[in-house]
């Protein structure tokens, strides 16, 4: 079966960091892009980042530009997002997705195989 998990969620002080992850089974990531995206209750699911098969395209988000950093790994079959100086705004369910193409977009509707999500809650 393949499916996206995610993993490195938890409760971090404004100001802290958090790297979390996006390993793939059943499939290998090394041929699609990879977005990550996040969702808090009552709000629309948003574009965080995004980054193509051979890590040449990357996109962020306005929001999270200059304090995070997607990376790839693809003999890990993993991809990261590395989230510095985090502040309350950014506390949400974050998923990572597989594109349906070969392009990096921060639009939902061009991903499929979503992953369960990683809560991130940022709070003092």
């Known amino acids: 079966q393949s499916q996206l998990v995610e993993s490195g969620g938890g409760l971090v002080q404004p100001g802290g960091s958090l790297r979390l992850s996006c390993a793939a089974s059943?499939?290998?990531?090394?041929?699609?892009?990879i977005g990550w995206f996040r969702r808090t209750p009552g709000k629309e699911r948003e574009g965080v980042s995004c980054?193509?098969?051979?890590?040449?395209?990357?996109m962020y988000a306005d929001s999270v530009k200059s304090r995070f950093t997607i990376s790839r790994d693809n003999a890990k079959n993993t991809v990261y997002l590395e989230m510095n100086s985090l502040n309350p705004e950014d506390t949400a369910v974050y998923h990572c997705a597989a594109s349906i193409n070969s392009l990096c977009t921060l639009v939902p509707n061009a991903y499929h195989r979503w992953g369960q999500g990683t809560q991130v809650t940022v709070s003092s």
């Open positions: 980054i193509t098969s051979s890590g040449g395209n990357i």
């Open positions: 059943g499939f290998t990531l090394d041929d699609v892009p």
